[in-house]
């Protein structure tokens, strides 16, 4: 079954301990994408990637760290997180093919820093 | 920069009534234009997409929508709707080359029986 899978669902933490969202997909798609939602704002880009070893900021990157070594998995790693950075955050993929293809999302993180 | 603009943050509808949720965005380049719909506690699933052709476009679940190039719009409607369509909807705009996708804020949709 094609699907994007993050891990944690859920997590609550503290202030200033690095954390680590990893999102896998398997459907061989060459654009990864990390959202954060928030009551009144929509989602919000933090960062993308248009294949291995290539990504770049979305919006509201600025907090957060990407990599994508892989074509599969591209972990979202918050180094220091704040109370902040509480969000419920998406991980999208989709085929790179010009910029026509629709995004297949994750189930989504919901974090908590107190 | 571009953006997008959903002018409805909460529509209240009885069923059977008709839907029209407004989008403007703004970029000055090709772009490719998408709805998704966010039903309670579910991530976002595809409602459908333009990129070239035919400015109306016709989804699933009896949604459609209307690319007006000279308004820079792409309004969602469905002439008539269920309780199960309450969720929330987005509008989003990929662009052509950087392929940076931008969301608007996302109307939410009450269908009351």
């Known amino acids: 079954e094609a699907q994007v899978t993050q891990n944690p669902r859920y997590l609550i933490t503290v202030t200033g301990k690095k954390l680590t969202v990893t999102c896998s997909q398997n459907?061989?798609?060459?654009?990864m994408s990390w959202y954060r939602q928030d009551p009144g704002l929509g989602l919000r880009q933090i960062y993308y990637?248009?294949?291995?070893?290539?990504?770049d900021k979305g919006d509201v990157p600025e907090g957060y760290k990407v990599s994508r070594k892989e074509k599969r998995n591209f972990p979202l790693i918050l180094e220091s997180p704040s109370p902040n950075q509480t969000s419920l955050y998406f991980c999208?993929?989709?085929?790179?093919?010009?910029?026509?293809?629709?995004?297949?999302f994750g189930d989504g993180t919901r974090l908590s820093i107190l | 920069a571009q953006s997008v603009s959903q002018h409805n943050h909460h529509v209240i509808l009885s069923e059977a009534a008709s839907l029209e949720l407004g989008c403007n965005y703004s970029?000055?380049?090709?772009?490719?234009l998408f709805w998704y719909v966010q039903y309670p506690g579910q991530h976002l699933q595809l409602l459908l997409k333009?990129?070239?052709?035919?400015?109306l476009v016709k989804g699933i679940k009896g949604f459609e929508a209307e690319f007006i190039k000279s308004k820079f719009s792409f309004n969602l409607r469905k002439p008539s709707v269920q309780w199960s369509d309450t969720a929330e909807y987005f509008c989003?705009?990929?662009?052509?080359?950087?392929?940076?996708?931008?969301f608007g804020i996302g109307t939410k949709l009450q269908v009351i029986p």
């Open positions: 333009y990129f070239s052709g035919d400015p």
């Open positions: 989003a705009v990929r662009d052509g080359g950087y392929q940076k996708v931008t």
């Open positions: 970029y000055g380049g090709t772009v490719n």
């Open positions: 459907m061989n798609h060459e654009y």
């Open positions: 990637s248009m294949n291995v070893e290539v990504t």
């Open positions: 999208a993929s989709s085929p790179k093919q010009g910029g026509n293809q629709p995004q297949h």
